[in-house]
């Protein structure tokens, strides 16, 4: 168990448009998601976590009109970039938390696969 | 602001050559993760330390978590080729909540030659 997917895996778009990209939990229930941002070669950057039902928490510099998140269920979180331009353009994977267990003995995440965003 | 170092951030070697990649920081952490990530993929957990002091073997890679639980260290013996790929440490932080965040380190990418 534990799969988090992600749609589109790969997406290009012109500048200018706007791109939503899905994370969902395919079996099991996450009432908090992270999106990340990495770039080529580097390490992965948080840049909200989304709470089902309430408004993403966004971190120090990522713009929060820009990047619109929703969670609306407890398995699918939705990442909206918003006027994409070139910069934009890198790879971004979500994670979900499982919280489980007797006294809540597990509580990890898990990732989804990614989705590659090229921006035109 | 919690630092992960992570060290090396490149290692091209050897089929069959040993290698460690270092974890370090000044804070404590609750415990400690390494991922292994392909390109075009996301992050797949390979160990979860826990215990200072813990070591973890998953066949030819060992993980020790350091007594202070600051610094982690992965070992690699004898590479294969199948080894290459960018490997992860994150700490994992609690908040007020119980919640926890991971502090990542900068990746180490990891190339064996045949």
């Known amino acids: 168990g534990a799969v988090v997917s992600q749609h589109p895996s790969w997406v290009i778009c012109k500048s200018g448009t706007s791109v939503k990209i899905e994370c969902r939990s395919l079996?099991?229930?996450?009432?908090?998601m992270f999106w990340y941002r990495q770039f080529p070669k580097q390490s992965l950057m948080l840049m909200a976590t989304?709470?089902?039902?309430?408004?993403?928490?966004?971190e120090q510099g990522v713009e929060k009109d820009k990047f619109l998140i929703n969670h609306a269920s407890l398995t699918l979180s939705t990442l909206t970039v918003t006027s994409a331009h070139p910069e934009d353009s890198s790879f971004y994977i979500c994670?979900?938390?499982?919280?489980?267990?007797?006294?809540?003995?597990?509580?990890?995440?898990?990732f989804g696969p990614g989705t590659r965003l090229t921006v035109l | 602001t919690q630092l992960l170092e992570q060290s090396p951030q490149f290692l091209s070697i050897q089929e069959g050559e040993n290698l460690t990649v270092y974890c370090n920081s000044s804070?404590?952490?609750?415990?400690l993760q390494w991922y292994r990530q392909e390109p075009g993929e996301g992050p797949v957990l390979l160990v979860t330390?826990?215990?200072g002091g813990e070591v973890k073997k998953l066949k030819r890679l060992t993980f020790q978590f350091g007594d202070a639980r600051k610094d982690s260290s992965l070992h690699i013996t004898a590479a294969q080729p199948g080894d290459t790929g960018l490997y992860l440490c994150?700490?994992?932080?609690?908040?007020?909540?119980?919640?926890?965040?991971?502090?990542w380190g900068a990746g180490t990418k990891l190339i064996i030659k045949p």
């Open positions: 330390v826990v215990t």
């Open positions: 994150a700490g994992r932080a609690f908040d007020m909540d119980s919640n926890y965040q991971l502090i």
């Open positions: 079996d099991f229930q996450a009432t908090t």
């Open positions: 994670s979900a938390r499982r919280i489980g267990g007797l006294a809540g003995t597990y509580n990890e995440q898990f």
């Open positions: 989304s709470n089902e039902g309430s408004k993403a928490t966004y």
């Open positions: 804070s404590v952490f609750s415990s």
